[in-house]
């Protein structure tokens, strides 16, 4: 039988009109009906994915009347629409008049909920997925910072997605113990795509850092790596550092990344560093400048990927103004203090909004 064959049994002096947009009923909604389309068209969507788009003549919500549990799925009118209701002594006397109805709602119920199923199957083996990928993604990250003599360093990353494309690294110079090379860098978009770019950046750079290449030549041969692919790829964001342990000497280059922040401590002053440079990876060849400064003792460098200035709340962005303000407020503090400041500062921004970018901070102070 077609649908439309039961509707002079319906009683259309129940039918409810629905507007364009609006929610028909919800996930974990009591159900106590089931709906027919008189009029419009209704998506059906299980945690936003969407599982089904009906038409005039069509029913949904029949589960209610099945198991009397909540809803497992959202209705939402696409359309304006009609739909009349169909509670349950309504369905016992439709089968009455049709019993060819109750087989179809089966019908219905069968293909619906084999749809959810195998959906749900491909849903769970996709967070499998995700889940080793970020396992993978946090193995490629430092376990921990280094623990060195006479200076501290503290970092945190947070991935907008279970993995991310921000990466940061504390690399030993093997050819001079004296020698520290850091790197924090951002790569553009987010999720699987993103980290799997990142790895390959990573690796690059580790590669290129153990020839002892200078901050700048090390960025302008990534960026030369880069564009041998002829595949289109991300873009990177990058800083690169070299710092010397003993003297405080900091020689650093920047690829297109947000300046990072240079705290003075016996001067009381709060600055970001020189330079700009381009991205990595959008042009054949790029140059890049090389600046250098020196830490004194209490001197401290916060670096931090965009995801920390750009964090959104409901109309506004975190942005460099509220950075440094948190900087400022807390520049006597050690490394594990500020990294814990900026956090906390920048989640009671954002609040409740959903964290929109990756978010990555290194800090790094000498004692």
């Given at each position: 039988m077609a649908f439309h064959d039961i509707i002079p049994y319906l009683n259309q002096?129940?039918?409810?009109?629905?507007?364009?947009?609006?929610?028909?009923?919800?996930?974990?909604?009591?159900?106590?009906?089931?709906?027919?389309?008189l009029a419009g068209e209704v998506r059906i969507t299980v945690d936003g994915r969407e599982l089904d788009y009906l038409h005039p003549g069509q029913v949904?919500?029949?589960?209610?009347?099945?198991?009397?549990?909540?809803?497992?799925?959202?209705?939402?009118?696409?359309?304006?629409?009609?739909?009349?209701?169909?509670?349950?002594?309504?369905?016992?006397?439709?089968?009455?008049?049709?019993?060819?109805?109750?087989?179809?709602?089966?019908?219905?119920?069968?293909?619906?909920?084999?749809?959810?199923?195998?959906?749900?199957?491909?849903?769970?083996?996709?967070?499998?997925?995700?889940?080793?990928?970020?396992?993978?993604?946090?193995?490629?990250?430092?376990?921990?910072?280094?623990?060195?003599?006479?200076?501290?360093?503290?970092?945190?990353?947070?991935a907008a997605r279970q993995v991310g494309g921000d990466f940061y690294d504390f690399i030993a110079d093997p050819h001079n113990p004296d020698l520290l090379h850091l790197v924090i860098a951002d790569v553009t978009g987010k999720g699987v795509p993103a980290a799997m770019f990142m790895a390959v950046c990573r690796t690059i750079m580790r590669t290129e850092a153990q020839n002892g290449r200078s901050p700048a030549d090390l960025l302008q041969r990534t960026n030369q790596q880069l564009n041998h692919e002829k595949r289109s790829l991300p873009f990177l964001?990058?800083?690169?550092?070299?710092?010397?342990?003993?003297t405080g000497q900091f020689i650093y280059a920047?690829?297109?990344?947000?300046?990072?922040?240079?705290?003075?401590?016996n001067r009381g002053e709060v600055?970001?560093?020189?330079?700009?440079?381009?991205?990595?990876?959008?042009?054949?060849?790029?140059?890049?400048?090389?600046?250098?400064?020196?830490?004194?003792?209490?001197?401290?460098?916060?670096?931090y990927t965009d995801g920390v200035t750009e964090a959104r709340s409901a109309d506004e962005?975190?942005?460099?103004?509220?950075?440094?303000?948190?900087?400022?407020?807390?520049?006597?503090?050690?490394?594990?203090?500020?990294?814990?400041?900026?956090?906390?500062a920048v989640n009671q921004f954002i609040g409740s909004q959903p964290q929109s970018d990756d978010l990555t901070l290194v800090v790094i102070q000498r004692n």
């Amino acid at each position: 039988m077609a649908f439309h064959d039961i509707i002079p049994y319906l009683n259309q002096a129940d039918a409810v009109p629905f507007a364009a947009g609006e929610q028909i009923f919800a996930a974990g909604d009591i159900g106590k009906a089931m709906f027919f389309i008189l009029a419009g068209e209704v998506r059906i969507t299980v945690d936003g994915r969407e599982l089904d788009y009906l038409h005039p003549g069509q029913v949904f919500g029949e589960m209610a009347l099945a198991d009397n549990l909540v809803r497992s799925a959202t209705a939402t009118a696409v359309t304006a629409s009609t739909l009349v209701p169909i509670h349950k002594q309504q369905f016992a006397d439709l089968t009455q008049h049709l019993p060819s109805f109750a087989t179809e709602v089966m019908s219905i119920m069968s293909v619906r909920l084999r749809r959810y199923m195998e959906d749900e199957v491909n849903r769970l083996r996709l967070e499998e997925e995700l889940a080793i990928g970020q396992k993978i993604q946090l193995s490629l990250l430092p376990e921990s910072c280094p623990t060195i003599p006479g200076w501290h360093f503290a970092a945190s990353y947070q991935a907008a997605r279970q993995v991310g494309g921000d990466f940061y690294d504390f690399i030993a110079d093997p050819h001079n113990p004296d020698l520290l090379h850091l790197v924090i860098a951002d790569v553009t978009g987010k999720g699987v795509p993103a980290a799997m770019f990142m790895a390959v950046c990573r690796t690059i750079m580790r590669t290129e850092a153990q020839n002892g290449r200078s901050p700048a030549d090390l960025l302008q041969r990534t960026n030369q790596q880069l564009n041998h692919e002829k595949r289109s790829l991300p873009f990177l964001t990058a800083f690169f550092g070299t710092l010397n342990l003993k003297t405080g000497q900091f020689i650093y280059a920047i690829g297109g990344h947000d300046r990072p922040y240079w705290v003075q401590a016996n001067r009381g002053e709060v600055q970001q560093l020189a330079g700009h440079g381009m991205l990595l990876g959008a042009f054949p060849a790029i140059r890049l400048d090389e600046h250098q400064i020196t830490l004194a003792p209490g001197d401290s460098l916060i670096l931090y990927t965009d995801g920390v200035t750009e964090a959104r709340s409901a109309d506004e962005l975190f942005d460099e103004a509220r950075l440094e303000a948190v900087i400022v407020q807390h520049i006597t503090v050690d490394a594990n203090g500020m990294a814990t400041a900026v956090l906390q500062a920048v989640n009671q921004f954002i609040g409740s909004q959903p964290q929109s970018d990756d978010l990555t901070l290194v800090v790094i102070q000498r004692n």
